[in-house]
């Protein structure tokens, strides 16, 4: 890491002018922008800044989110919370100017999109155009002003050649401001991170310095912006840590943008990760340039060994860019040997497929690979020898099935425990023996042609398997068998077995396989073992390496062959966060590989700051920062211990330096999981450690996924014990996962922000505490709601949304629990600490939950008297929360997934009417089927059921009085909630999406006002 003081200018600073001084993120942040710009990132997928070091990596934080708690962390409030944030989303780039500025570099918007959306007097001072209807003429174009439609007009506008950029950014300018919302303006922009940032932020340092000038800030850069309010808070540079840094994204942010930085992680491949991120990513051009030629050097030499062993070239001397595999198996009914695979389609672009020939004499199957086959041919051929978990083919005329389970032999132990009859593969094994279950067969080779080897663009071929390709299979593992010892005594290959566990057990039961290198065919150990052998005698070995962990991902025997309609491709194992184990897979060449391996992403993120990274548990940290920011393991998803054992067992063996100073072992039992007492107890030490490394005036940001209050209970239990207090939260909406196709789910993060709990005892009861936090919760939320008002008056949009509300809402109530050092008599430390029994409702579980009624008992759709609001359910609530929250466009998920746990909804589910991600809805009334609304279902029973079924009676030209007299019916104290129901037809009169439910809304209403009136 290099060591660079940078050059600022400081010396009207005073040193710990700010300690202690209150954060700007304690007050405001601009929640939704982050959470847009987060999912922008995320969206990019391949091409996030960090995912070129390895996307095996799950989880990583958005940097856009880790930079704004950085700075949000740093800035201070003035005492003008709207002029604060508006600073700081200049500082974001979320400004108009940033997006302009985005936008331009993005380039999106074209002179016909301006053309059309501002007027211009003089159009020509920009554009040049040409006339595409011939009835026009030039005097004709040239006299028009904007806006215009030149498609309708008939001409094409491009910018003029010699159009100053400023003009360009101008004409931006007032385009981006003919969008309302800030998504529409942001979807046109670039992000902040991959434009040059001098350039970005070239009007921003004026402003800022002017802004913070009492202060006597004077910055130019991020990095001198960074370092001087450092000096202001902390007396130095600030140093930012994190000590469960995983793919070392908030290090690597924090780096960047000019923070010193800890990062330390239990797992030595999160650790190889954020050196990664640090030193390759963050690496000057000059490094970067030699970590690049080092990297050919490597690809050259394993190519000149791969070339003498005449391993991959046929006898024509055309080059194997793949080899698929496939599983074969004996039929216990015929005894054939049949292939297996879920489907014999090689190529949909070229129709190749793999045929099975049945070989009488030898019963088994050839296989034949054939190009160009018919619609028919490939249809069929979608059918494989494995469907629904059973080995299916056709001999004879007659069809074969067997179970998979059956050809492995599954059986019940002595212990009640799932066994089978698979041999267990040894430390020497590295391909199926003879006699065992399950065979590996290559079926088809993937060729380049001779002839454009080397070229840009290659021609390649699918072929059959041939006598010749068969004896180089031979060559191959003779190879293997004859090194693999030598290999693993060097580090070259795995020798480590497989631990059971929740991921890995599988590996065991569904292949017999008990070492890691198990996971690896043949010809990939010999690639991967020449590859690292040539890695590691390099100068940039720990470079390279990284680049080698890429590697093992992209070429195993969990890489699935995709016969996608555009061309065919091999996936990479951790494509999900699982050990696959599949029955056909693709296996790249050496000579393809090279793509893989290589690390540098184009965007150039020089870190010049001091960087540390350490192996080591997050509870025995030594080490100092002044912010401490976590994404901690909780509740995770991801079981990073053991999914990474498969790194760990190939890079374990003399690992090149500083990789050597690490424990490279997975520590599974030192592993922070689930959310049981052991989590808890995991987490105090972590977070008790970090306190301890911390200044009193220091800070903490704590990230994690928001399910449900029980996270919330934990999280106090946390920090008490920890000895810190909340200070604030805000929900982002990270990213939208897969689950969503199953049912819509929607990953939101939680971000707390956390300071040392002051000195001194303070004993709290919980009828002392309930009325404190009632009135923080209240505090909190009027007062954003106030600035919401403001700044929706001036800027059209306002900063909050209703579960920014509502997450403020929880996070007063740890404001104030945290505060306490006992509750109820018990020391907090032991009340966190102390196991708890199932289904147990703590004290605190209880206060929480009181909070968030709180928070909800404030959120009163617009429209409804609190009065009815305050004797609603849950169901009822959240129906007529989100019809409110609809009549505003809004339609994301996470909006209703929040409110529906918020309001404690059993299923809300039920109520839906789309469940994507961006555009979800309520079912409309019409929409409920009476079955959704009989008793037995939540929202049935309710008042709001009956009013859903009345108004679909209306809607069915039941008669009013025939309704109501049902109501009378049906609702024992119906006069009692009369006003009640009348108070929520006025409501969905004025909010429901549908007219005619308008309509009936209101008609019903008035009947039911004029009952009195009518003595009934
Ligand atoms: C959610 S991930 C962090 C992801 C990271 N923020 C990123 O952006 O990639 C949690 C990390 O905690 C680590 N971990 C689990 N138990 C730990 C412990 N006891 N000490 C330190 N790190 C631990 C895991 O290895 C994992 O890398």
Redesign the pocket.
Known sequence: MTEVVAETKTKALTPFALKGAPALIEAVFPAQKVSYEAQTERKAVQSQTLTGLGSY?K???PLILVRAIVLGSLLPQTGDAEADLDIFEKLMAFDDEGLARRALAQGTLKPKDIAARVELADPWSYFSYTIKNSGLTAEQVEAWCCPFDADEEGVTLRWRRDIEESDKLELYRRTLSTYTSYEEKASLCKRPEQIDQGWLYSPVWQVVNRYYAHLGVNAHSFPELIEQFGILRYGHRPRVG?????????PFEAARIGCDVYA????PI?CMLTWGALNIIGGSPERRAEIEKAQQTVAEAVDEEVTALGAERDEYGNRAKAYLYCLETRCPETGWMVPMSPSWVISKSRNVIAKLIPDHDNERFDIEVVSGVSKEEMKAAEKGTVQDGALVYELNGKIYRTPIKTLRGDYRDSEGNTANRLRRWEKDDFKPRPNDIFQERLYAIHWITKATLGKSRTETFFASVTESDLQRERKVEKIVANNLPGWQRKGLVPDMAIEPGLETTRLRRERGWTYWHHLFDPRSILTLAITKSAMLQSKEAESLILGFAKQLDWLNKGCYFGTGAARESISHMFSNQALNVLINYGTRSAYSCYSIWSLLSSSESTINTRCKIVS????SITDESDLWIT???YA?AVN??EITEFFIAWLRKKPPAPFDEWTWDSRRA????GSDDDFRR?MVD?YQAMAKHMPDHGMQCVMFTHQDTGVWSDMVSIFWAAGLQVVAAWYIATETTSELKKGGYVQGTVILMLKKRPEGDRAGFKQRILPAVRAEVRRQIETMMHLNEEIKDKHGEPVFNDSDLQMAGYAAALKVLTAYTTIGGEDVTSFALRPRTKGEVTVVDEIVQQAAEAANSLLVPEGLGAETWARLSGIQRFYLRMMDMETSGASKLDNYQNFAKAFRVQDYARVMGDMKANAARLKRVSEFTSRELTDSTEIGPTWLGHLIIGLQQLLAEVEPQAVIQQFQQDLPDFMEVRPLLIDMLRFMERKAPEATVREVAEVLGARLKNLRALGQ
Do not use: E, V
């Open positions: 990596w989880g990583r934080k994190d000590a469960f840094a995983g793919g070392g994204s908030i330390s992680d239990l797992n999160a080591k548990a997050a509870g994404d901690p393991p995770d990073y211990h030192l592993a922070i999981k995991g972590a």
